[in-house]
């Protein structure tokens, strides 16, 4: 990032410097700027995170952790720097990240490593009415498979948790919380205290779904107190293929492994194996080497951003966006008071997908679907919505321009 692109005298970012760091950014689409609004299912990249990818295959690209010649030690201290850096990033103690494919693979090591061999039969796990399908599909195969029954946290008619409903959802059969820790859909961060507390009663383990919440809030896992907790790097402007599993240390030593294969194990006969140390008993075969280094370099990147400050600044874009959108005519908002960066909201007279399609000959990208949260596309009633989704480098303007590119959208369809 250049210099001057944190202007320390005010709360809002240098956006149009921090602009030139991303190169996707600089495209037009129809002869019209770009304008990015999908940022919860993809961050764009910076150069540092680029460069670095490229310059770890250019220079020092070798496996880890096997050889003993220069290069390999050097591509193994890139790739155990970035895990530290990820360590630091959420004040965990290095062997208790593990890197993982993403937040959807990291989800489904619980749902196996631990939950194959802790649930059965009377067992409970508890999830929400607004998870994506990464935080639900993996506890119902698990269900399935143990014979543990699967049960859910309602949403209120405002779209946030029943925390009322949720006192009675969680009780003493309850082995595993899992909830998404800011939703993809609704943009609200959860009560996570409240859940973690009512879980800790009756002894349950607690899981956060932190793929919206790590590139947008300071994550602590301490203060969080969560046993497991799991993010992507490419929702952070890393690249994709890496995500992290952060597990309790002591909890990853006591679970089975996941995948078997190379680097997991200690010592291999032809009958049994023993497992390696944490968090490698959990790292089977080639990691993800290149990408967890530009993980890394994202994480330099943010930090010199500083995180409190990107989330000062999605705040204020999210104020400005629920002043705009919620003018136009026809608008229906599902995002609660109080979500930030994900507005989810449908046009009257047009299906998502179309809307989608119009905004895009305007070089508009917003999603349009149901966002891989069906159960909470049930809750609203609908069965697809769109939604606009902002990172640090989006403006007031381009939040302006989709407010527009709604009007006339409306005015094409009717007439
Ligand atoms: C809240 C939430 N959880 C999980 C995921 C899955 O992440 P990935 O596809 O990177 O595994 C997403 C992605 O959109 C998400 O928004």
Redesign the pocket.
Known sequence: MTQTAVDSTESLLDVERLRADFPALAQTVNGRPLVYLDN??TTQKPISVIEAVSRFYREDNANVHRAIYQLGERATRAYEGARGKVADLIGAPERSIVFTS????AINLVAYAWGRHNLGPGDEIVITAME?H??LVPWQLAARDTGATLRHIPLTDDNLLDLEAARTVIGERTKMVAL?HK??VFGVVNPVAEITALAREVGALVLL?A??SAPHLRLDVQELDCDFLAF?G??MMGPTGV?VLYGKPQLLEAMEPFLGGGEMISSVNLTESTWNEIPWKFEAGTPKIAQAVGLGAAIDYLEEVGIDRVTAYLGQLSDHARQVLSAVPGVTLFTPAGGSSVFLFNLEGIHPHDLAQLLDQEGIAVRAGHH?AQPAMAHLGVAATARASFYIYNTFEEIDRLAEGLEQARRFMSG
């Open positions: 919860a299912a993403g937040t959807t693979e994506h990464s935080n998404v939703s993809n779904d793929a919206q992507s490419h929702k995500g891989c």
